[in-house]
């Protein structure tokens, strides 16, 4: 019934489709596709060859019993479609197969505004990790989650010299910053980790319930954490952006904690209190020239060295260009 019913989709959408085209969508013989239009014939469902277009039609009329979509509800599923689409978010089929069989079964008006917005929006180079060949690793914790089972797999991180076996109790799977992560706690442990769904080289769920603590709580577990690991102390932020970039750093939210102080002279202050100071010395090491560390005195400290060190890699002595030592140092200090 389910690939009947999907023939009835195909015909009803927009496309074009024969019985040569259906076959090869649904993966199935020309001579199946017959079967199937033949029960759709016997149901009452009034569908017709197109002479002109060399496909199968339904008659316009005929509406399939479904849940009718308002404007706001089509843009919504379009812009699920869209998002669905995009590297390292296009995770399974995503969202189209649902947009489409909506689209066949919906009047006029939301097919127009499901094809046009699909054709109007787009996600454009997010710069997400590659996921391209973890999209069965995704789909298995998914499915872990669901059923509440453990997992087990090998995992090689980037710090360490050799690949590990982990047996997983999963809590969440997580879309943070640039990567797909999975949360939960290791077999002989009690605290959550966090491991990033790319690193797998092998994983697959297991017969055994995996152990969920009722009260997790994901906010909790990465604290004020900048990005995805939490460090040990917690630090108070004190930032001061030039005029020039005050505008554009305050577009965005940043962190949960972050607070901003417009100053007369069109400058900024922003603050924030993280667990940790590598994540967020990344992200203010890309406002080099605009940014002045006010505190903590760790912080600047790793910003001045971070910027020997690049200076040092790409064959240049700060002490040799004397303004190009103030100018840069004196946004740190």
Known sequence: MARVLSVLNLIQSRGRYNAK?????LEVS???????LEVLEFSGVPWFFDEHDQCYRVRPDFRFPTLTLTEEEALGQA?????????GLNVGSGAE????????TSPEEIKEILADTAEIMQVFDLKLVDHSRADTTIKTVQLALLEGKQ???IYQSPYEETSVKLVIHPYRLCLIKRAWYVIGHLEGEIEAKTLRVARFKTLRMLDQLAQVPENFDLRQHFGNAWA?????????????FSSEAAPVVTETEWHHTQLVKKHRDGTITMTFTVDGLEEILRWILTWTGQVTIIKPDELRRKMVDALHQASSL???????????????????L
Do not use: C, W
């Open 79 to 87: 812009l699920a479609t869209t998002l669905t689409k995009a590297p």
């Open 21 to 25: 085209a259906i076959a090869e969508e």
């Open 151 to 153: 997992l087990t797999g």
């Open 228 to 240: 995805v690991y939490r460090g040990e102390t917690r630090y108070d932020i004190e930032l001061q």
């Open 97 to 104: 197969p649902t947009t489409r069989k909506l689209a066949a």
């Open 30 to 36: 020309e001579r199946t596709v017959f079967r199937d």
């Open 314 to 332: 790409n064959n240049f002595r700060l002490l040799d260009s004397p303004n190009t030592y103030h100018s840069m140092v004196d946004d740190v």
